[in-house]
């Protein structure tokens, strides 16, 4: 055991140095760990949370919306329904027609026969429908793995933000005390300490500006998982990840949600340009039937086809309406492919350069951290001013704060990447 017996200015120094460098080097590992409050209940695993977020309500929408297309595939199906017809004439009158012994009764059955492919084109459009449904499901899917890995790398971010403050206003009042005591040493000027107090001032505005941030950020992560109970700390980091070195995976646009769907709804409009087309084709009803001649008491078979005459109506306007929107939906399927090229292209070159930031942005807060346990000791040793101190301290927070805004751009490219290639983002997570 080591003791040392210091007096006067060098042990008020002495005492001041070695807190700060206590808060110091615990403000870095609070940091990096980014513990969770007491109490909290904790968001699962990014991972774990994306697969129980099946039940979501946008997904649940999307899965909705499927089964309404699958149900109107399923009655595109069904064949038109037969019409019973019973007539009854001459009856009721006078003379001969008195009562009913001239009474001519006809049961008939009608069945309207679709020609021209109806049918077979309405089923066609009908499955058509299914994978729009299904495209849009997917890419709903890849946009909210996308939102939940950004709200929860916000939330985890803003809870390592509020610790930065934090630990930044500790080192302020480190700073102050230390001023204060050479200042009552007439080693400073009363201005010293009044600049010190000032720093301090504006460091528990950020701490309060900070937990605003962090609560926001939490409640956004609950709501979009229709959470029941309210999250409050992260219980596994996703900001690691973002230290992982790892190769940058390559995207098709072809195979992009956004340009899919644009493909398959193409396709369904296409088959249902082929439907309008059909409909211009007239269908023929026919019908059979039994007479019942009561004057003569006998049977008689009836029957008839009936075919409408299309003389007014050929449907023109609704082919071409379907025509011009199958033109439309060709220019939003090209407009897809250029905007999945684009988004790719960005996408990739920011998670490059997020990537080199992140190991830059490290090594800064390194020396940035070195610097300011250099500055201090020559303050305390009086060979350096306050406001280098003050300085110092300024440039170890920004640095911090762009080595956490890295990591968190690095992880945002990355699952905008992922959400491009329609996979979920940050698969190597446990």
């Keep these: 055991m080591i003791s040392l017996n210091l007096r006067g200015d060098r042990a008020l120094r002495f005492a001041a140095a070695s807190s700060a460098v206590a808060h110091l080097f615990i403000g870095v590992g609070t940091s990096l760990l980014a513990p969770s409050p007491a109490h909290a209940d904790p968001a699962p695993a990014f991972q774990d949370l994306l697969r129980s977020a099946e039940a979501s309500p946008r997904l649940r929408e999307a899965q909705a919306t499927v089964g309404q297309a699958e149900g109107l595939a399923r009655q595109s199906r069904a064949w038109l329904n037969p019409t019973v017809n019973v007539e009854v004439e001459n009856f009721g009158g006078k003379g001969p027609y008195r009562g009913n012994q001239s009474a001519e009764t006809t049961a008939s059955v009608e069945q309207t026969i679709e020609l021209g492919g109806k049918r077979r084109a309405r089923i066609a459009a009908a499955d058509a429908g299914v994978e729009v449904s299904r495209a849009r499901a997917n890419q709903v899917k890849a946009d909210f793995a996308f939102d939940l890995a950004q709200a929860y790398t916000d939330a985890e971010v803003a809870d390592v933000r509020l610790q930065l403050t934090r630990d930044s206003l500790s080192l302020a009042e480190d700073d102050a005390r230390v001023a204060d005591a050479l200042v009552k040493a007439g080693k400073e000027a009363d201005l010293r300490s009044v600049q010190a107090r000032s720093v301090v001032e504006a460091a528990r505005a950020d701490v309060d500006e900070a937990q605003a941030a962090r609560t926001a950020a939490f409640a956004r992560l609950t709501g979009l998982v229709d959470s029941p109970v309210p999250f409050t700390s992260i219980s596994v980091s996703l900001l690691d990840h973002a230290d992982v070195d790892e190769p940058i995976p390559s995207a098709d646009p072809l195979n992009s949600p956004g340009y899919l769907f644009a493909q398959a709804e193409r396709a369904e409009i296409a088959r249902r340009v082929r439907v309008e087309q ?41 082919i071409s309406a379907a025509q011009s929107e199958l033109a439309a939906a060709d220019e939003r399927v090209n407009i897809a492919r250029l905007d999945a090229q684009a988004d790719i292209q960005s996408a990739t070159g920011r998670l490059h350069a997020a990537v080199t930031r992140v190991k830059s942005a490290q090594n800064s807060e390194r020396t940035a951290l070195e610097a300011y346990r250099l500055t201090r000791v020559g303050y305390e040793a009086g060979k350096l001013p306050l406001s280098e101190v003050l300085s110092a301290r300024r440039t170890l927070t920004d640095a911090r704060n762009q080595s956490l805004k890295a990591r968190q751009d690095r992880l945002n490219a990355e699952a905008e990447l992922a959400r491009l290639r329609g996979v979920a983002p940050f698969g190597d997570q446990s």
């Design 278 to 318: 059909t409909r211009s084709s007239p269908d023929v009803t026919v019908s059979m039937g039994v007479r019942r001649l009561a004057a003569d008491d006998t049977n008689a078979f009836v029957g008839g086809v009936s075919v409408p005459f299309p003389v007014f109506d050929r449907n023109r306007g609704n």
